[in-house]
Every structure is written in C-alpha cells, then in structure tokens.
C-alpha cells in the first residue's frame, strides 16, 4: 500500500554502520527526499531516512510543530536566506501570507531583521500580524472606525474606545495612528508612510483620494512600485 508523507519528527531507535552524528534515543527532525524513487511515507510508526535528512530537534518545540514544519520552513529560510540573500534592513512582500510557506516565510524574515508586507486573505489578517508582518490601520481624528463604538464594552476601562470586541477581534497586532487627510500635514505624513510600504488598501467612494491629492499617480510618485488596493464600498462607477 502507498504510505503518504514527507515530513517527520520522532526519537532514532536504531542507526546504521558509520553514523556518527546521531545516537539512539536522539530526538530528530527532517522529511525525506522529494524524488520519484522515494517509496516510504511518514505517515507510519517508523521511517528509514538519510543520515542528511535529518536534524536534531531542538528540546523546546514539540514533535507535533516539528513534524508540521520541515518542507514549508526550508522552503522559506532557504528562498529569503540562501537563494534571496536577505540581510538585515531588506524588505520582503509576501504573497499568500496566511499559508504553510508563506506564514513561515514572514517568521523568518522578521528574524533576519527585514521589514516584511503581507497579502492575505481576510480571515488571515490576525494570524499574518501575530507571525511578524506590519499591518498600519489609518484613521480619522474626528471619525474613527465605527466599530470601535459597537457593544461589548466596559465603561469603567480607560479607553473605552479600545475596549469593544469586535474592533478588536479585526485589529489585533495592527500598528495604528490617526491623520487628518483635510490638512496639509496629515498628507505630507501618509505620503512619508507611503514611503515605506509594499500596499496601500483604502475603501473612501470613488472619487475621494483623487480629490485628497493622494491618487494613485501622486503615491507612485513618492514610491514607484507601491500596490494600491481600492475597495469602495459600491464599486467605482456606483
């Protein structure tokens, strides 16, 4: 029968002539080779790997993430740290952020000290932030985000205004601040934010950020390569 499986952790019950790195009883890591003559799967009580397929796990992660972990984090430590070259100080998008590779891959690059942008889907969000990627949520002074006001909330909390639920739940781990887009000032810091960003997403009507000065065009000039999402809530011609 056809075993599944590449990726595994477990404890060594038995090594072969000449291996001196690991001993039995050793807790170990790894996943097979991905070739077409590969005939074992993990998905089973024992597996025979390669002497170089294997590593020591380290004693403070469980088997359980240790198992779940080999292919999506060598993917990603060896695309930004060996084949990107990632150094401390680069920028990093990545796409499909709240999947195996990609949520693995922001942990890494936050570790090698880049600054790192995320796309994801929605119901990702909270999970991308807590994994390193810096989200910035921009308000108004005078209106906030109406859902900081929507119940539960407690009035005997010093800022009440942070205490809802809901507002919560969506913006956990978010950077945030508020600008004033009407004033001079308030744009001059969006578009020096701008600056360093990867994506800028925004949901006013249509015509709003062309009449604030801050279009597509005038982002572009302040970086070249910025992604700029428009979600208006009735499309741009509604």
């Keep these: 029968p056809l075993v599944v499986g590449w990726d595994f952790s477990g404890t060594v019950d038995a090594v072969g002539g000449g291996v001196t790195n690991v001993a039995v009883g050793d807790a170990v890591w790894g996943h097979l080779a991905f070739t077409p003559s590969q005939?074992?799967?993990t998905y089973a009580e024992y597996v025979i790997a390669h002497v170089d397929e294997i590593a020591s796990k380290p004693d403070?992660?469980?088997?359980q993430i240790a198992a779940a972990a080999a292919?999506?984090?060598m993917t990603s430590l060896q695309a930004l740290r060996d084949d990107g070259r990632l150094k401390s100080g680069g920028t990093v998008l990545v796409i499909g952020g709240g999947g195996g590779v990609g949520e693995l891959a922001i942990g890494i690059a936050k570790r090698l000290g880049a600054h790192v942008s995320a796309v994801c889907s929605t119901k990702d969000v909270e999970r991308v932030t807590q994994m390193g990627a810096d989200v910035v949520k921009v308000e108004s002074p005078s209106a906030w985000d109406n859902i900081r006001t929507l119940i539960p909330q407690s009035d005997e909390a010093p800022d009440p205004w942070n205490s809802a639920f809901y507002f919560n739940a969506y913006n956990r781990d978010k950077r945030s601040l508020t600008l004033d887009l009407a004033q001079p000032a308030g744009r001059?810091?969006?578009l020096r934010l701008v600056q360093h960003c990867d994506v800028v997403i925004e949901n006013y009507r249509s015509d709003v950020l062309d009449k604030l000065g801050?279009?597509?065009?005038?982002l572009r000039q302040?970086?070249?390569d910025i992604i700029l999402v428009?979600?208006?809530a009735f499309g741009k011609t509604g």
Aim: charged share 15%.
């Design 39 to 41: 005939k074992q799967g």
């Design 60 to 63: 403070n992660v469980s088997h």
């Design 71 to 73: 292919t999506c984090a």
């Design 188 to 190: 001059e810091l969006l």
């Design 214 to 218: 801050l279009g597509y065009e005038t």
């Design 222 to 224: 302040y970086k070249s």
């Design 230 to 232: 428009s979600m208006a």
